[in-house]
């Protein structure tokens, strides 16, 4: 038996595209579809996704970081690169390059957004966002970072659905925030009719100003009453500076209000001394109050309570001998006879 010759790659996908979906359709009291081969067949095509247009917008946004990171900033990247289907990865950076060279990369991967993670010390996450080549960029401290699997929230939404930017009205207030609310914008905001993207809008992507600084959070929105469930992650960005390039270049705004990772690690070593210090000060006092002799009282304190001082006497000096004391009954007898005027007899 002859083997069945196969046709070309060309040739079949021409066959494949001129497959047609073809249904007949007569009309009756039934409602019942017949085929037949005469007439009264018609054709229907599949109708075209909604999602389909031109393409227009083409912001690419480059997501990758440092050496050095931890395991819940690489979970942070993966997530953020699943809810951004605009998004591109790269191979991590060396530590001794230079941030300028994070612009090389984005031209050779045809990105004009950046978002790029630098670890340090490996206990401080430091994240640029940048507009490539021209600026400005941002960078931010990421504090209180939490992941989509470590969350386990209830919300979900359809993986590449663009999302709502939700903003603070303070966005709207200052300079320096209105210009990161338009960076966020052009960076976390999915471009129309992008391949990758799907037709829906079931998610919200929320930047809230608290504490001076910049509260992440991302929610799904239920059909039923239209209300938000969270789904993760959720991060805070505490802004350093803003410069005029891209990841470098004259500094636009500086936090007066940021204070370095190292100079709080720093306040509270010096506070835990202090504490330690008088602690052992304390016991050094208590070490020599019990070296102290004590004193033994060979008289009673009480012995004194009663007694009242006496007054003082004048002290008088006698010049002459003080004169013979009379007898108890001579004197008797001198009165006597000054009261009567007549002599007894002494006995």
Same mark, same amino acid.
């Given at each position: 038996?002859?083997?069945?010759?196969?046709?070309?790659?060309?040739?079949?996908?021409?066959?494949?595209?001129?497959?047609?979906?073809?249904?007949?359709?007569?009309?009756?009291?039934?409602?019942?579809?017949?085929?037949?081969?005469?007439?009264?067949?018609?054709?229907?095509?599949?109708?075209?996704? =909604?999602?389909?247009?031109?393409?227009?917008?083409?912001?690419?946004?480059?997501?990758?970081?440092?050496?050095?990171?931890?395991?819940?900033?690489?979970?942070?990247?993966?997530?953020?690169?699943?809810?951004?289907?605009?998004?591109?990865?790269?191979?991590?950076?060396?530590?001794?390059?230079?941030?300028?060279? =994070?612009?090389? =990369?984005?031209?050779?991967?045809?990105?004009? @957004?950046?978002?790029?993670?630098?670890?340090?010390?490996?206990?401080?996450?430091?994240?640029?966002?940048?507009?490539?080549?021209?600026?400005?960029?941002?960078?931010?401290?990421?504090?209180?970072?939490?992941?989509?699997?470590?969350? @386990?929230?209830?919300?979900?939404?359809?993986?590449?659905?663009?999302?709502?930017?939700?903003?603070?009205?303070?966005?709207?207030?200052?300079?320096?925030?209105?210009?990161?609310?338009?960076?966020?914008?052009?960076?976390?905001?999915?471009?129309?009719?992008?391949?990758?993207?799907?037709?829906?809008?079931?998610?919200?992507?929320?930047?809230?100003?608290?504490?001076?600084?910049?509260?992440?959070?991302?929610?799904?929105?239920?059909?039923?009453?239209?209300?938000?469930?969270?789904?993760?992650?959720?991060?805070?960005?505490?802004?350093?500076?803003?410069?005029?390039?891209?990841?470098?270049?004259?500094?636009?705004?500086?936090?007066?209000?940021?204070?370095?990772?190292?100079?709080?690690?720093?306040?509270?070593?010096?506070?835990?001394?202090?504490?330690?210090?008088?602690?052992?000060?304390?016991?050094?006092?208590?070490?020599?109050?019990?070296?102290?002799?004590?004193?033994?009282?060979?008289?009673?304190?009480?012995?004194?309570?009663?007694?009242?001082?006496?007054?003082?006497?004048?002290?008088?000096?006698?010049?002459?001998?003080?004169?013979?004391?009379?007898?108890?009954?001579?004197?008797?007898?001198?009165?006597?006879?000054?009261?009567?005027?007549?002599?007894?007899?002494?006995?």
């Amino acid at each position: 038996m002859a083997a069945a010759k196969r046709k070309r790659g060309s040739e079949a996908a021409g066959e494949r595209k001129t497959k047609k979906e073809k249904r007949t359709e007569n009309e009756g009291e039934e409602g019942n579809t017949d085929t037949e081969r005469g007439g009264g067949s018609t054709e229907i095509t599949v109708p075209p996704p =909604v999602s389909v247009g031109k393409w227009k917008n083409k912001e690419r946004v480059l997501v990758f970081s440092s050496r050095g990171i931890n395991f819940r900033t690489r979970h942070l990247m993966q997530d953020l690169k699943t809810m951004m289907p605009h998004s591109k990865a790269d191979t991590k950076m060396d530590r001794k390059d230079k941030l300028f060279v =994070v612009n090389e =990369v984005c031209e050779i991967k045809n990105c004009n @957004k950046c978002i790029f993670f630098e670890a340090k010390k490996n206990m401080d996450l430091y994240m640029w966002v940048s507009n490539v080549p021209h600026g400005p960029s941002a960078k931010f401290l990421v504090q209180n970072v939490h992941t989509l699997a470590e969350l @386990k929230m209830t919300g979900n939404c359809l993986k590449g659905s663009r999302p709502l930017l939700s903003f603070d009205p303070k966005f709207d207030k200052e300079p320096h925030y209105a210009l990161l609310k338009e960076l966020f914008t052009q960076t976390f905001s999915t471009p129309q009719y992008h391949p990758k993207s799907q037709p829906f809008v079931d998610h919200v992507l929320t930047f809230t100003i608290a504490d001076k600084r910049i509260w992440f959070r991302n929610y799904q929105i239920i059909e039923e009453d239209a209300s938000l469930v969270e789904i993760g992650p959720r991060f805070v960005l505490n802004l350093i500076k803003i410069f005029q390039g891209s990841f470098g270049g004259p500094t636009l705004y500086e936090n007066p209000h940021f204070q370095s990772p190292n100079m709080c690690r720093r306040l509270m070593r010096m506070e835990k001394a202090a504490r330690q210090k008088e602690r052992q000060m304390v016991k050094e006092i208590r070490l020599e109050k019990r070296k102290e002799v004590k004193e033994v009282l060979t008289e009673d304190v009480t012995d004194d309570v009663f007694v009242t001082p006496a007054e003082e006497k004048p002290k008088e000096v006698e010049h002459e001998a003080p004169r013979p004391s009379k007898s108890k009954k001579k004197k008797k007898h001198f009165q006597i006879m000054a009261k009567t005027g007549k002599r007894q007899k002494w006995r």
